[in-house]
T-cell receptor, first 116, second 115 residues
Framework: SQQGEEDPQALSIQEGENATMNCSYK?????LQWYRQNSGRGLVHLIL?????REKHSGRLRVTLDTSKKSSSLLITASRAADTASYFCATPKPNAGGTSYGKLTFGQGTILTVHP | EPEVTQTPSHQVTQMGQEVILRCVPI?????FYWYRQILGQKVEFLVSFYNNEISEKSEIFDDQFSVERPDGSNFTLKIRSTKLEDSAMYFCASRGIQGSNQPQHFGDGTRLSIL
């Protein structure tokens, strides 16, 4: 089954530093998605990268995808205290016919703490 | 920006009671989902719903669970006879139809506490 697993499990940095989180998955994918979850809140979609893309940017976020290694990374540049949250990668599972109802499989997440 | 809204934000229920969690997905979305997250654990898929029927469900989604889209806006999750292990955050999500490469948009969740 598809499974996103992030590492490290926890990351503690100072404001202004960059934070890199990694994700590995097991089976072929159509896309990979990164989400953020602030404590006690819902999941906020950050970036979706398609399987035919290698890199994608959104503001201070940069996501890479290496389908040969079945891995992705999320880089947050110039981090801020407000970036403190849990970060998850998730992969949608296509059904047997190849279409996708989009069931997402999440990893355990990386807990990022940015100290002011 | 359109949002997925969930009510209530916190529900406390006695074991064995029925509970209904409510969600209003984004208005032009057609795929709907429920997930749950037990404290300290991964977000787990429960069920997906499309075209007025369940399209996929997990092993967690047993006979005690049901979903309904009673009108054009609400999407509900019902747990018929709650157990202690049903205590979790329950998240609703919805997705548009423009191909499969679309993200899911999540609500802020309902924290369900079973006593």
């Amino acid at each position: 089954s598809q499974q996103g697993e992030e590492d490290p499990q926890a990351l503690s940095i100072q404001e202004g530093e960059n934070a890199t989180m990694n994700c590995s998955y097991k089976t072929s994918i159509n896309n990979l998605q990164w989400y953020r979850q602030n404590s006690g809140r819902g999941l906020v979609h950050l970036i979706l990268i398609r399987s035919n893309e290698r890199e994608k940017h959104s503001g201070r976020l940069r996501v890479t995808l290496d389908t040969s290694k079945k891995s992705s990374s999320l880089l947050i540049t110039a981090s801020r205290a407000a970036d403190t949250a849990s970060y998850f990668c998730a992969t949608p599972k296509p059904n047997a016919g190849g279409t996708s109802y989009g069931k997402l499989t999440f990893g355990q997440g990386t807990i990022l703490t940015v100290h002011p | 920006e359109p949002e997925v809204t969930q009510t209530p934000s916190h529900q406390v229920t006695q074991m064995g009671q029925e509970v209904i969690l409510r969600c209003v997905p984004i208005s032009n979305h057609l795929y709907f989902y429920w997930y749950r997250q037990i404290l300290g654990q991964k977000v787990e898929f429960l069920v997906s719903f499309y075209n007025n029927e369940i399209s996929e469900k997990s092993e967690i989604f047993d006979d005690q669970f049901s979903v309904e889209r009673p009108d054009g806006s609400n999407f509900t999750l019902k747990i018929r006879s709650t157990k202690l292990e049903d205590s979790a955050m329950y998240f609703c999500a919805s997705r548009g139809i423009q191909g499969s490469n679309q993200p899911q948009h999540f609500g802020d969740g309902t924290r369900l506490s079973i006593l």
